[in-house]
């Protein structure tokens, strides 16, 4: 089972960055696919960027060009940074396998408006 803790998250003005991290306890992160998911309040938890154990990164339409996905084997840690971010990023940021196995952490609020 893996263990995992969002942290970076915060308020930034329209056109201000963010760099999230994901630190996973326990074995597994190393053999699969991570993402970064977001939800708000009344949708549904939503995709917006994976990475495979490979290192190849995907990006929902809504987020490509502005956010970067990467993970750090070394330190067990995936990040998201996040650039030109819009009002409509705000959300709790996830991270998780994909598709998610483990059980979810916290998440970490990100909130941009100005």
């Known amino acids: 089972q893996v263990q995992l803790v969002e942290s970076g998250g915060g308020l930034v003005q329209p056109g201000g960055s963010l760099r999230l991290s994901c630190a996973a306890s326990?074995?597994?992160?190393?053999?699969?696919?991570m993402g970064w998911y977001r939800q708000v309040p009344g949708k549904q938890r939503e995709l917006v960027a994976s990475?495979?154990?490979?290192?190849?990164?995907t990006y929902a339409d809504s987020v490509k060009g502005r956010f970067t996905i990467s993970r750090d084997y070394a330190k067990n840690t995936e990040y998201l940074q996040m650039n030109d971010l819009k009002p409509e990023d705000t959300a709790v940021y996830y991270c998780?396998?994909?598709?998610?196995?483990w059980g979810w952490g916290q998440g970490t609020q990100v909130t941009v408006s100005s």
């Open positions: 998780n396998a994909v598709p998610s196995k």
């Open positions: 326990g074995s597994g992160f190393r053999i699969y696919a």
């Open positions: 990475i495979s154990s490979a290192g190849s990164p």
